[in-house]
């Protein structure tokens, strides 16, 4: 089966406290579970404006795979605008 590991370089420019920082983030962690995903903050767990996450997933075949990604890119870009998503990086195996 495919599977794909994406990290994903987010920008938090409203966040002056660790505090805000995972407030902002706890929905999109909460939304993105949903979607049958593994996901986890990578680095970056001391910076208030800066967080990565690694995103896991597991699909039938690569087109799906490629679907999904676009999805939570799109998801966050258009649903959390206080997120700024500055570089998606992703890895697929098949």
């Not at 599977?3 to 805000?20: E, N």
């Not at 706890?26 to 995103?55: G, M, T």
């Amino acid at each position: 089966m495919p599977w794909f590991i994406a990290t994903f370089s987010l920008f938090l420019p409203g966040c002056q406290s660790l505090k805000q920082k995972r407030a902002t983030l706890s929905p999109l962690l909460s939304r993105l579970k949903r979607y049958n995903l593994s996901v986890i903050e990578a680095s970056h767990q001391d910076n208030w404006q800066i967080a990565e996450l690694q995103i896991a997933k597991i699909g039938q075949n690569r087109a799906q795979l490629d679907r999904d990604l676009a999805q939570v890119v799109t998801l966050i870009e258009s649903d959390f605008r206080d997120i700024t998503l500055t570089e998606v990086k992703n890895e697929f195996y098949i």
